[in-house]
């Protein structure tokens, strides 16, 4: 098979070897739908299935070869007839179709499942390649648990089955039993050792039973392998296997050493591993490697700094490159003030006015309560400071709101205003309207409302509503933040929060 030396064939696995996870069973819609988006995600070859065992496997199969026309499609097989002829009829409306057949080849194997002989074995593995071919040109054969079998015998099946047709010779750790310099090493043999190793294409198929799997497939890739077997999320029997995003964003990573391209855009990957996650219903660990909720997320104090200063001296990847946003700073009890001025700016406060010192004090007992301090939390800290730095700021006293659909909404406001209270009435299009305007007629000015955004905190009616809103004062903008079960008294919050940021 004719390739370009320096293209590395992405072959993912995750609708055949990742839907053997227990509970992760999916449906063929399911399966389109991921298939579909693995196509979009630029992955060569997609392995949809093991058509012979069962019918909803076999219409699966079937199914994605109609509905995804760009990669190859391959269907898995035991090297018998059954098998082969089950794949064939079900990939017969495949544009590339490709028959994935194999056999064991460890003493183990060889041994205890099949109660058999090295011979034997070679002979029923070229068997099967020289059946399937007679259906299929593109013929992939798995020596299953070639991690543990013994690389001179190994390297014979290898030899027959090129020699029998097989365009891709599979190499699996199938145990993942192999550490990254053994694994290379078997790769390398092949590559020495299999005289017409070049008609071939050597993949690699590791499991992560020691947390190797991303490591043995490079090393594998970098001793001359040119497919990668992988799945999104690791996800697959027992540990998984080698995870489509940490191979691919290795590759890209280290470009200038591997020089190996892709055809993945490694912006979907992060959307795609929140997809599969949900319909396979395996959450993602949070500390994953690429797609992990912390995996760009900052917690300590001298990271978080560190990342503010100068993004890279923490982070080897751009969250971009993965489709996430940004990176996170979350805030805890090992932040630093530099991590909490960071989201004090972001939430509108201007941190001249603000003792940071003492804010972070208080800032640190509350963390030492809670885990983490959320954007609610800040604004309930700032508000509590608010009332102690603003003795003769602006507070209302009472507010009354008539509304309906018969005349226009009046709102009747009595506020703390210098040491006094006043009392203001004014109407409007709608009852916040009124009520800002009643506050204006009080303090004597108008102040440009920018921005304003009404969210309840966990969802209902009788719900916390929480308001926040840019107010424009003298060309300068000031965030203020209101919460209150009325949304109207929110408002008023809110503006008079922004309000006593100026006044
Ligand atoms: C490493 C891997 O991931 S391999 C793929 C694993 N995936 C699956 O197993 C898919 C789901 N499996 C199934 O639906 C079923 O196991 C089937 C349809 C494949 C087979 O079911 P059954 O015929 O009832 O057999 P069962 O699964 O109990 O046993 C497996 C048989 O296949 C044989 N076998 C296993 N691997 C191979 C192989 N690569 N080539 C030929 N025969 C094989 C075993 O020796 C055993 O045969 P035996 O009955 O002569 O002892
Ligand atoms: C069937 C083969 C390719 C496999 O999944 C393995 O050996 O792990
Ligand atoms: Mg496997």
Redesign the pocket.
């Known amino acids: 098979m004719l390739h370009n030396p320096n293209h590395l064939y992405i072959f993912d696995t995750t609708l ?2 990742g839907e ?1 996870v227990p509970g992760s069973q999916l449906t063929t819609p399911e399966k389109i739908i991921i298939g579909e988006a693995l196509q979009s995600l630029g992955v060569d070859i997609i392995e949809a299935g ?1 058509p ?3 019918p909803g ?1 076999f219409q699966s199969v079937v199914e994605l070869s109609k509905a995804v026309r760009e990669p190859i499609i391959c269907a ?5 007839k059954g ?1 082969i002829d089950c794949a064939a009829e079900a990939l017969k409306y495949a544009k590339r179709p490709r028959i994935h ?4 080849s460890s003493d183990m ?1 060889i041994k205890y ?3 058999s002989t090295r011979e034997a074995i070679l002979e ?1 593995a070229a068997e ?1 390649v020289k059946y399937a071919k007679q259906f299929v040109e593109d013929v992939e054969f ?1 020596a ?2 070639a991690g543990r079998a013994d690389n001179v015998y190994l390297a014979q099946m290898i030899e027959a089955v090129i020699a029998a047709g097989a365009t891709v010779v599979n190499i ?1 750790d ?1 145990n993942g039993y192999c550490l990254p310099e053994q694994y290379g090493a078997k790769i390398r043999f092949l590559k020495e050792n299999v005289k017409n190793i070049d008609q071939a294409i050597i993949s690699v198929h590791c499991h992560n039973d020691l947390g190797l799997a991303t490591a043995n497939s490079l090393s594998g890739i970098q001793n001359g392998a040119r497919q990668v077997e992988c799945t999104i999320n690791g996800i ?2 027992r540990a998984g296997n080698t995870s489509l995003e940490e191979v691919v964003m290795a590759l890209k990573t280290h470009y200038q050493t591997l020089q190996f391209q892709t055809n993945i855009n490694t912006k979907q990957l992060y959307p795609l591993s929140a997809m599969v996650s949900r319909m396979m219903r395996m959450p993602v660990q949070a500390n994953k490697a690429i797609v992990g909720r912390n995996a760009f997320a900052h917690s300590s104090g001298i990271h978080q700094d560190g990342v503010l200063k100068h993004r890279e001296n923490y982070e080897i990847i751009n969250p971009e490159d993965v489709g996430i946003d940004q990176s996170e700073i979350i805030l805890t009890a090992r932040s630093g003030r530099h991590a909490l001025k960071h989201h004090l700016e972001r939430l509108g406060y201007t941190i001249e006015r603000i003792d940071l010192d003492q804010t972070y004090q208080r800032f640190l007992t509350l963390a030492d309560e809670k885990k983490e301090i959320k954007d609610d939390d800040l604004l309930r800290l700032m508000g509590e400071e608010a009332e102690s730095n603003f003795k003769n700021g602006v507070t209302i006293s009472s507010l009354q709101v008539i509304t309906g659909d018969q005349s226009d909404p009046q709102a009747i406001i009595k506020l703390n205003y210098r040491g006094t209270e006043q009392e203001a009435t004014a109407s409007g299009n709608g009852p916040v309207s009124a009520t800002i305007k009643a506050i204006e007629s009080i303090i004597g000015s108008h102040n440009e409302i920018k921005e304003f955004n009404i969210h309840s905190i966990h969802g209902g009616s009788d719900d916390v509503s929480k308001v926040d809103m840019r107010v424009i004062h003298e060309d300068q903008s000031y965030m203020g933040y209101g919460f209150s079960t009325d949304i109207v008294r929110a408002s008023a919050n809110a503006y008079l929060d922004a309000l006593n940021k100026f006044v």
Do not use: C, M, V, W
């Open positions: 055949r070897d053997q093991f012979i065992s069962s496997d898995l097989t035991r090297a018998n098998d057949t194999g056999i064991g194997h499942k099949f109660n029923r099967a798995y299953e648990d699996p199938t697959g029997e």
